[in-house]
């Protein structure tokens, strides 16, 4: 036979290892120092706008025919 086991614990049990893992993440992302913060930022900021800078123009926004005459 099996392992009795009280329900009522192992929901709390799961409900806490749930709020440890959600403050681990919030630890390893609200404990940096600011320099890293901005660091990250600024990279962020830098990757989108080289991301943007690849797009290419759709002619058909602008009013002009394919052939860009």
Known sequence: MGTVINFRQAKKQL???G??????????KSG??????TKAKS???SAKRR??????D???DKGEDK???
């Open 67 to 69: 052939n860009g005459a």
């Open 43 to 45: 990279e962020k900021r």
């Open 51 to 56: 991301h943007d800078g690849h797009k290419i």
């Open 19 to 28: 709020k440890e893992k959600q403050a681990g993440e919030n630890r390893a």
């Open 32 to 37: 940096r120092p600011k320099s890293e913060k």
């Open 58 to 60: 759709d002619p058909a």
């Open 15 to 17: 409900a806490r290892a």
